[in-house]
């Protein structure tokens, strides 16, 4: 009979979800297996000229499916299915939907099928704007800072902007939903089996980073707060919650329906869900006071503290600071970048905007070369843009960009600031252009930085995860010289899965907490980028410049002021 417990770390990212079927002794991945999204890459339910950017739940129902099935099958299937212990999910967030009395989105009840509004509202859903202004606004009537535990500013990328949108926008939502829940509680309950919304376990982290959840309110702010934001709102707080749960504690176990769709037993343990760059700090082995960086479309950037530490502190202008969010016991802080990877996707595209509308009618090749070619070149353009920028002269640096594509997550949030760049002249190429964004993306990572340092919340070194930090050498050496700090990539290639691994070992009780699970399971790093001295100079004089040009975005974006006129 084998010892050998393994467990299933699962990861929901923007545009697809994985699964990783890891061995709890050592950390080892068996197998792993990757799903995309099939209604979002359609573009389905999606308005990008107006941040409109929804899921569908059937695309993360066929994603779990799928990948743990996969996983299973390429690890040697009925063989090593016993041996499964534990299943932990990671999602991105703020990711919510309305949902029933039975807990299930309004998107898989009749009449909701093909309704946006019923469906997930992704993080980088901007259409509430206008809704996280009256939040901010309307928290200042209390003697209670409601907001204090977020930085002190609401995002139109958190829970309550989406809910209050969502009833204005569509009165049939209001009347179909029972309660709201974020990606990262439906997944695991759905698992379990659950069929009374009352009994979904609610994630601290989600909960206490963009749902206003505080241990010092007693759960959620009191009805007023809601009532007198919008009528809309009345009794909203009651469909909810009071009680958190960290991410080491089991929601439950495995369902038979589950159990025989997946070809597990119903004794598989499955742990409470949390956000994925929460889950991939731990994954990435993350230590007190240094900023694990999750660099994927969008940045999010945990440290972790001391409780006592931070004992009567408040970081301003962050993503919220809440106990447990990240390692139970711990101060969990979080900030972020609204696009990081986007903003090169974003210049891939617009520079391949030939190869997108035109080659297939070229007269030359027929259409089948044509796409091939299409798809080679593509995969080539951001690693010789990277080569040709690295190779560039400093002293030839005109340009300067603003990495705000679409907008600004930390310090400060403010989803309304648009990007910018300066210095153009007919001297710039497509190189120079990409070195001006990567090096906006990196003074953007400078920003959050600073503001735990001004705060007084030391960063001791920076633990880079995600796609671009394993892929682009460029531009890690540059947030390297820009931060003047050294980086750490972790070696884990699926590292916020690698983290809800962790967890699903914790919550199946093979370790008795997170920090046995990471020495344990942790495979530590690969490479680490070492700030060149040469650089900091430079960097330093142009970070001032991203500064006073970010000043002066802000300054005009504002409705009353208009920047043309003196």
Request: proline content about 4%; charged content about 20%; overall charge negative.
């Amino acid at each position: 009979m084998s010892t050998a417990n393994y467990v299933i770390g699962v990861d929901y990212g923007s545009d697809s979800v994985r699964s990783v079927l890891v061995d709890t002794a050592n950390g080892k991945e068996l197998a792993s297996s990757v799903f995309l999204y099939p209604r979002w890459q359609k573009g389905l339910y999606c308005k990008p000229a107006v941040n409109q950017f929804r899921q569908h739940p059937l695309d993360y129902i066929e994603g779990l499916t799928h990948t743990i099935k996969d996983c299973i099958a390429k690890a040697g299937g009925a063989e090593i299915a016993h041996l499964i212990k534990g299943i932990s999910v990671d999602t991105t967030g703020s990711s919510p939907v309305a949902v029933d009395a039975t807990g299930t989105p309004l998107a898989l009840t009749k009449g909701f099928e093909e309704n946006p509004n019923a469906m997930f509202v992704l993080w980088k859903d901007h259409t509430s704007v206008k809704e996280a202004a009256e939040i901010n606004e309307h928290a200042t009537k209390f003697s209670t800072n409601y907001l204090k535990y977020v930085g002190g500013i609401y995002s139109s990328e958190w829970f309550w902007s989406k809910l209050l949108h969502i009833l204005r926008v569509d009165s049939t939502i209001k009347k179909g939903a029972a309660s709201w829940v974020e990606h990262c509680d439906w997944i695991p309950f759905l698992l379990c089996g659950g069929k009374d919304i009352k009994e979904m376990k609610r994630s601290r982290c989600a909960a206490g980073h963009k749902a206003l959840w505080a241990e010092e309110f007693n759960g959620l702010p009191p009805e007023d707060f809601f009532s007198t934001l919008d009528p809309l709102l009345a009794g909203f707080r009651a469909k909810l919650f009071n009680d958190t749960y960290t991410s080491d504690v089991s929601a439950g176990t495995l369902s038979e329906e589950w159990a025989t769709k997946l070809g597990l037993n119903t004794d598989v343990v499955v742990g409470v869900g949390a956000f994925d760059a929460h889950m991939g700090a731990v994954g990435g082995q993350i230590e007190p006071y240094y900023l694990s960086k999750v660099m994927g479309t969008s940045t999010c950037d945990i440290l972790v503290a001391p409780n006592q530490d931070l004992d009567g502190k408040l970081i301003n202008g962050i993503c919220g600071q809440v106990n447990g969010s990240v390692i139970p016991g711990m101060a969990g802080l979080e900030a972020g970048q609204s696009a990081f990877g986007d903003v090169y996707a974003w210049f891939k595209n617009l520079i391949s905007w030939p190869l997108n509308h035109l080659l297939t009618e070229s007269d030359v090749i027929d259409e089948a070369t044509a796409n091939a070619l299409k798809a080679e070149l593509e995969g080539k353009i951001i690693a010789n843009l990277s080569k040709q920028a690295a190779a560039l002269q400093d002293d030839d640096y005109a340009e300067l960009a603003i990495d705000w594509l679409n907008g600004r997550r930390t310090p400060d949030a403010n989803q309304e600031l648009k990007g910018a760049i300066t210095g153009l002249g007919l001297g710039t190429d497509a190189p120079r252009f990409f070195r001006a964004l990567a090096a906006a993306t990196c003074f953007g990572a400078k920003a959050i930085v600073d503001r735990f340092k001004e705060q007084g919340v030391p960063v001791k070194g920076i633990i880079g995860i995600g796609g671009v930090a394993k892929k682009s050498a460029y531009i890690m050496q540059m947030m390297a010289d820009v931060l003047e700090m050294p980086i750490r990539i972790h070696r884990f290639e699926h590292t916020c899965a690698l983290g809800a691994a962790m967890f699903a070992a914790v919550a199946a009780g093979i370790y008795p907490n997170i920090e046995a699970a990471m020495v344990a399971m942790g495979t530590g790093f690969e490479k680490e980028y070492k700030p060149n001295i040469k650089k900091q100079k430079l960097y330093r004089q142009h970070y001032q410049q991203y500064l006073g040009l970010g000043r002066y975005l802000e300054k005009y974006n504002k409705k009353d002021v208009k920047p043309y006129l003196s």
